[in-house]
C-alpha cells in the first residue's frame, strides 16, 4: 500500500516560496516517474510537473521558470520548490507516484498552498 508524508504548504504572499516535500513509502521509488499536480476550488485537478526515472522533468506553461521538481531517491523523497508565487497557484498539491503518466496512479491528502496578500 502506498503511503503518502505531504508537506511544506501553507500561506504565502504573492512573490513569495514555498518548498513542497512528499515522501513515499510502499513503493521502489527509484522506478517511478513522480508527479505533482494541483487542484483549485471549481476547478479540474492538472499536473502541473513531472520528473522521471531518468530526471528529466516537464513543467506546465504557467509554473516555467517559477518552479523546480526534484527527486532525492535515496529518501524516497520528491520536491516542489515553488518561487515567485501568484495568487492563481492557491490549490491543494498532490504527489501522485506513477510507473507510466497513462496511469491513475496514487493519491495521498495533499497540501493547501494559499497565495494571499
Known amino acids: 500500500q502506498v503511503q503518502f508524508a505531504e508537506s511544506g504548504g501553507g500561506l504565502v504572499q504573492p512573490g513569495g516560496s514555498l518548498r513542497l516535500s512528499c515522501q513515499v513509502s510502499?513503493?521502489?521509488?527509484?522506478?517511478?516517474?513522480l508527479t505533482w499536480y494541483r487542484q483549485s476550488p471549481g476547478k479540474q485537478r492538472e499536473l502541473v510537473a513531472f520528473i522521471n526515472t531518468a530526471g528529466n522533468t516537464f513543467y506546465i506553461d504557467s509554473v516555467k521558470g517559477r518552479f523546480t521538481i526534484s527527486r532525492d531517491n535515496s529518501k524516497n523523497t520528491v520536491y516542489l520548490q515553488m518561487n515567485t508565487l501568484e495568487p492563481e497557484d492557491t490549490a491543494v498539491y498532490y504527489c501522485?507516484?506513477?510507473?507510466?503518466?497513462?496511469?491513475?496512479?496514487?493519491w495521498g491528502q495533499g497540501t493547501q498552498v494559499t497565495v494571499s496578500p
Open positions: 501522485n507516484p506513477k510507473r507510466a503518466l497513462s496511469l491513475e496512479g496514487s
Open positions: 510502499g513503493i521502489i521509488f527509484s522506478n517511478y516517474i
